[in-house]
């Protein structure tokens, strides 16, 4: 059964209408009815490519920052909601996405919760984010992770607002009805290690001589920019350009080398001015945050529509399930971007397809 795909024999008379109505008593369903969008021969997803312009989640959260206070709010977040799953907290149908907002002098509240977190930073410095006891201070593009049911909360004590990029995996908790929070009954959690704590330990190519353990999230929280950034620009001098992705790397967990997070996979990259990639998909829905330079990528579906988004540093862009996307970099241009592909390798269902659209 090539592409056919697998089709029901739809049934419409009176005497069907009146099983079925019996049948719905009790609970059950005829699967004839429905295995066609159970079982699609491709991907079909309610995820829509999608976009958002940074400048105009910046001047909604200004104003939201007259509205509401970060501590009132307990996190001062606009939700970036897929056009195709609206209500529903889903940027794709496995990952959530927001940008929150921590104006100068005020705090987010301790608390903890069986979702994974990841920050990317996207405007200001000097603000800080304390995860596990201990505080790392934020920067432009620093990536910074939250791992399950660690205490964290966050500060502002700079002269600036600051904003930053959230991605956790809340639809997937929920999915698997895993969620448990807590909060702390204090605003700040107590510190208890010096900022660089875990950087130093996990971070510098050395392990405590005792560690144990290797599942989980990664224990260095604070991947900083400046350190990526310096390693991007030195392996470009090999151009050796990969024709889907120019120069594509993922966060890692030091300790195994594998992703750096449990539940979403979360990767950087460079594409030098003028480089445009070949078409690629692949089953993971990814969500793209530039953080330098500009360019246009075009993602285009099943129903060959093409969707171009021009996009600049710290604007946001949605590639879903199995859609074709090629980019265009104008300039040098740095993306972040994350998705569920290690669920999907885990899970054996990952599949990508770097041929031509
Ligand atoms: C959360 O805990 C944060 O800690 C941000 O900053 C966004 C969205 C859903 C659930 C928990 C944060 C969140 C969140």
């Not at 907002?101 to 984010?129: D, I």
């Not at 201070?137 to 930053?164: K, Q, R, V, Y």
């Not at 997070?261 to 078409?279: E, H, N, R, S, V």
């Not at 600049?312 to 569920?340: E, M, N, Q, T």
């Amino acid at each position: 059964m090539q592409s056919a795909g697998i089709a029901g024999p739809v049934a419409e008379t009176p005497q069907w209408r009146a099983f079925y109505e019996r049948i719905g008593h009790k609970n059950l369903a005829p699967l004839w009815l429905s295995l066609a969008e159970l079982v699609t021969p491709e991907p079909r997803s309610p995820c829509r490519p999608a976009s958002w312009r940074f400048d105009e989640i910046r001047t909604a959260m200004m104003e939201a920052g007259q509205l509401i206070t970060a501590k009132e709010a307990e996190r001062r977040v606009l939700v970036l909601e897929s056009p195709g799953l609206r209500g529903q907290s889903r940027i794709t149908t496995s990952m959530y996405a927001g940008v929150q907002m921590v104006l100068p002098g005020e705090v987010a509240p301790a608390h903890r919760h069986s979702q994974s977190a990841l920050r990317f930073v996207l405007e200001g410095s000097g603000a800080y984010t304390a995860v596990n006891g201990e505080r790392t201070i934020m920067h432009e593009g620093d990536f910074i992770i939250a791992p399950p049911m660690a205490w964290h909360d966050h500060g502002n004590p700079s002269g600036t607002p600051i904003f930053w990029f959230d991605g956790l995996d809340v639809p997937v908790v929920q999915f698997l009805d895993a969620s448990f929070a807590e909060h702390l009954d204090v605003d700040k959690q107590p510190i208890t290690r010096p900022t660089g704590d875990s950087d130093a330990r996990y971070g510098t190519n050395l392990l405590p001589v005792n560690h144990r353990g290797e599942g989980g999230t990664s224990p260095v929280f604070n991947y900083p920019y400046s350190r990526t950034r310096d390693a991007l620009e030195r392996m470009r001098l090999m151009e050796s350009w990969d024709p889907c992705h120019g120069l594509k790397m993922r966060y890692t967990k030091p300790i195994t080398g594998n992703h750096a997070m449990a539940t979403m996979g979360t990767f950087i990259q460079l594409l030098p001015k003028g480089f445009a990639t070949a078409a690629y998909r692949s089953t993971d829905a990814t969500i793209y945050v530039p953080i330098e330079g500009c360019g246009r990528s075009v993602v285009t579906g099943r129903d060959g529509e093409a969707f171009t988004v021009d996009w600049g540093k710290r604007d946001i862009f949605v590639v879903p399930s199995w859609h074709h996307v090629r980019h265009d970099a104008a300039g040098d241009a740095v993306l972040f971007s994350f998705s569920d592909r290690l669920i999907q390798e885990a899970l054996h269902l990952f599949r990508e397809d770097r041929g031509n659209a």
